[in-house]
């Protein structure tokens, strides 16, 4: 699987955007970006996944450069409940249910 | 609908002795996956099972087993404990294989002393 770069730390005011960013520049054209975020002391939790085309739904945005080398995760207005460490995990999408995580960004949300 | 359920919540061990965690995934799902988290390794893969096949396995030693019964409730058994083996055991089940979404339990927190 590809290899993933994300920043160790980052810090967001509460009720503003939060855009963690993603490099996974050895992505290969059968593999999706997912994100998964794990709040203190529970089990990691699915947020968004992608191909090539940005998507969206209830939890976050996920934004995939063209040359999908590159994608931001936007949580639109960050709560202090989304307070976690972030995963962006780059896998094909028909091999098995084998996540492979690295650091993540740890987001503290503030008031 | 339950969510995964894992047994028990935390478990004390002595180093040599072996130890059975349990994974009850979400009702209708077929496949269960288990990673061991610690502070200096962080998450990291252990085996995936689908319809009681084990399909993938991480890169652990073998004292490092499971197993999932028809039922689709699986197990994981470590033999041997070592101190290196206090960590957070996690499960996540899913539909099928290549899932989109991965549902995980709380956990199971070990302690060898």
């Known amino acids: 699987d590809a290899k993933t770069t994300q920043p160790t730390s980052m810090d967001c005011a509460e009720g503003r955007a939060a855009n963690l960013p993603c490099n996974h520049s050895?992505?290969?054209?059968?593999?999706?970006v997912y994100w998964y975020r794990q709040i203190h002391s529970q089990g990691p939790q699915y947020i968004i996944h992608?191909?090539?085309n940005n998507e969206t739904n209830e939890m976050a945005s996920l934004i995939i450069t063209e040359d999908r080398k590159s994608s931001t995760l936007i949580l639109p207005h960050a709560t202090l409940r989304d307070t976690a460490v972030y995963y962006c995990?780059?896998?094909?999408?028909?091999?098995?249910?084998?996540?492979?995580f690295g650091g993540g960004t740890r987001l503290m949300v503030k008031p | 609908k339950a969510g995964v359920t894992q047994t028990p919540r935390y478990l004390i061990k002595t180093r040599g002795q072996q130890v059975t965690l349990s994974c009850s995934p979400i009702?209708?799902?077929?496949?269960v996956s288990w990673y061991q988290q610690t502070p200096g390794q962080g998450l990291q893969f252990l085996f995936e099972?689908?319809?009681?096949?084990?399909?993938n396995k991480g890169n652990f030693p073998g004292r490092f087993s499971g197993r999932q019964f028809s039922n689709s409730r699986s197990e994981m058994n470590v033999s041997t404990l070592e101190l290196g083996d206090s960590a957070l055991y996690l499960c996540?089940?899913?539909?099928?294989?290549?899932?989109?979404?991965?549902?995980f339990g709380p956990g199971t927190r070990l302690t060898v002393t």
């Open positions: 009702s209708g799902h077929r496949s």
């Open positions: 050895t992505i290969s054209g059968n593999e999706y």
């Open positions: 099972y689908f319809s009681e096949t084990q399909r």
């Open positions: 996540a089940s899913s539909h099928g294989g290549g899932a989109r979404e991965q549902y």
């Open positions: 992608g191909l090539k």
């Open positions: 995990i780059v896998r094909p999408h028909n091999a098995g249910n084998m996540l492979t």
